[in-house]
């Protein structure tokens, strides 16, 4: 390294020492620009941003890799949600310290996600703060020329699709926290360490981009409860939906708690954290759709079916009956 390449400052070495190995794209220029260029050849830029923070998304004493990734991974599921391929990603991260023993693991897993994604990081800052510890990514998606997925566009007799399952990262929460569902599972350690790791790390489908692109009317991740987030959904398509809770795709560990009747259904669906996907298809496309997804080797279900009208969705047990839920997502305010 050349004087004139030398870091100047505590942050410039920081990010020089953790950061500039991760910048592998060509646009991030080594990190040593005010900006990044990012190249796009008739596509669209799909760009989303969500932050983090300590106290809110995160336990103060959850490890710094799963911190990575879970900031990485929750920008990835709205870009896999709107049908686009991973381009790159930007990070602000405020911290109270530099701390080697905190960001060499983070930066090792950041990294790695950056790399298996497909996502490189391309330029971010650095800053400290007295306050909670926040991590925030403005991550960029390429997707063909106007075919970005919105929610808006689904239509009365779509059927409706999630991902993976439905509710694991609030028990993990809880788990996490020693709530009640930590008690159940007080025999059943790998039941808690499975729930907890789906509240840490989520699972972004975005190898379901290319089938969310090409056969859904409509899509979203599923991040603040998917009670909720059917309901944005609807009205941001002028709908409703009929949803068959007993459709709903559960963990077996989810499953055996709501058998036992340690939780309910409402905490499964207003949950948040999930971080699937959530897609309106029409019945002539719901066939190539779940072809496509068994290729992808993600699981999908349907749950239910949309309808005119512009109540919120239902949502009935398996005799017929309207569950009735008293909040349907997680809400910052």
Same mark, same amino acid.
């Given at each position: ?20 190995? %991760?910048?592998? *794209?060509?646009?991030?220029? #080594? ?5 990044? &260029?990012?190249? $796009? @050849? =008739?596509? !669209? ?125 609030? %028990?993990?929460? *809880?788990?996490?926290?020693? #709530? ?5 599972? &007080?025999?059943? $350690? @790998? =039941?808690? !360490? ?140």
């Amino acid at each position: 390294m050349t004087e004139a390449s030398k870091p100047t400052s505590g942050e410039d070495s920081l990010i020089a020492r953790y950061f500039k190995p %991760l910048a592998t *794209d060509p646009g991030a220029f #080594g990190l040593d620009d005010d900006a990044a &260029a990012l190249r $796009a @050849a =008739g596509e !669209d830029i799909v760009v989303t941003t969500d932050a983090i923070v300590e106290g809110v998304h995160f336990l103060p004493d959850d490890p710094p890799d799963t911190l990575a990734r879970k900031a990485l991974r929750v920008n990835l599921s709205d870009i896999a949600a709107k049908g686009a391929a991973p381009a790159g990603f930007v990070l602000t991260l405020a911290l109270r310290k530099a701390d080697e023993t905190w960001l060499k693991p983070f930066a090792g897993a950041l990294g790695e996600d950056a790399s298996h994604f497909g996502c490189p990081l391309l330029g971010g800052d650095t800053v400290s703060t007295p306050g909670p510890l926040m991590i925030a990514i403005t991550a960029f998606g390429r997707v063909p020329r106007g075919k970005m997925v919105h929610r808006a566009g689904a239509k009365a007799g779509d059927r409706v699709f999630v991902t993976g399952t439905i509710g694991d990262a609030a %028990l993990g929460l *809880d788990v996490l926290r020693s #709530g009640p569902v930590s008690a159940d599972l &007080a025999e059943d $350690a @790998a =039941g808690r !360490d499975f729930l907890a790791a789906r509240y840490r790390i989520p699972q972004p489908r975005n190898a379901l981009a290319n089938a969310v692109r090409s056969h859904a009317s409509a899509a979203m991740d599923v991040s603040d409860g998917l009670a909720g987030d059917l309901a944005k959904l609807c009205a941001a398509s002028g709908v409703t939906a009929v949803i068959n809770l007993p459709s709903i795709p559960l963990s077996s560990v989810a499953a055996g708690l709501l058998a036992r009747k340690a939780i309910g259904f409402e905490t499964l669906v207003a949950g948040g954290d999930d971080y699937e996907l959530l897609c309106a298809v029409p019945g002539d496309r719901a066939d190539a759709f779940l072809g496509e997804a068994r290729q992808a080797k993600v699981a999908v279900t349907a749950i239910g079916g949309l309808i005119a009208g512009s109540s919120p969705p239902s949502f009935l047990d398996g005799q017929g009956r309207e569950l009735a839920l008293k909040r349907l997502s997680y809400s910052h305010f």
